[in-house]
């Protein structure tokens, strides 16, 4: 991914949130509603084991996000995988551009799964980081919570309601934590 593209995502995320009034950290329950207010369903259902969650276009113009009931993860894992399917649904399903969405056919994503990436599975990882975890709101919190040099990035991950992984791979991604 470009650093423009990941500039590109970032901006689309913030602005979503600040027009959603979402506030950190999100919950579940925030992002399920939010889900509901852009004219969405989600449901639990069975999936293949390696799929995470699947979004799909129906023919009556709105959409279904369904996330795998079959696997056990966390509270922080179902958000990050519930962000990832939003993205898809603003970056890839022309959802922002009413025309475009009218007039497009019926869209299923790649099947987020945590193996085999493509473009547009990087494309709403970016998002669903985001979307989560604000760039300058990440860089404050991080910088709030180093001291001597060392990050204490349990306490980021606290703070934004994410994952240790999905607390540092943002850091990394902006360039603020080491690889």
Not at 8 to 22: C, K, M, S, Y
Not at 36 to 41: A, D, Q
């Amino acid at each position: 991914m470009t650093n423009n593209r990941r500039k590109q995502i970032n901006e689309l995320a913030e602005t979503i949130r600040a027009e959603a009034g979402l506030i950190t950290p999100l919950t579940l329950e925030q992002l399920q509603n939010f889900v509901y207010e852009l004219g969405g369903t989600l449901e639990y259902s069975e999936l293949d084991e390696d799929t995470d969650a699947i979004i799909v276009r129906n023919n009556n113009n709105n959409f279904n996000i369904r996330l795998n009931n079959l696997n056990n993860v966390s509270e922080e894992r179902k958000k990050f995988t519930l962000c990832h399917e939003l993205g898809h649904l603003f970056l890839h399903m022309n959802y922002l551009d009413e025309d475009a969405w009218n007039d497009s056919d019926n869209y299923e994503d790649t099947a987020y799964a945590r193996n085999g990436y493509s473009e547009e599975e990087y494309d709403a990882h970016e998002f669903a980081a985001a979307l989560l975890m604000p760039k300058e709101e990440y860089k404050d919190i991080v910088k709030n919570n180093t001291e001597n040099g060392i990050c204490n990035i349990y306490q980021v991950s606290i703070y934004f309601g994410v994952s240790l992984e999905a607390a540092t791979n943002r850091g990394k991604w902006l360039g603020i934590l080491k690889w």
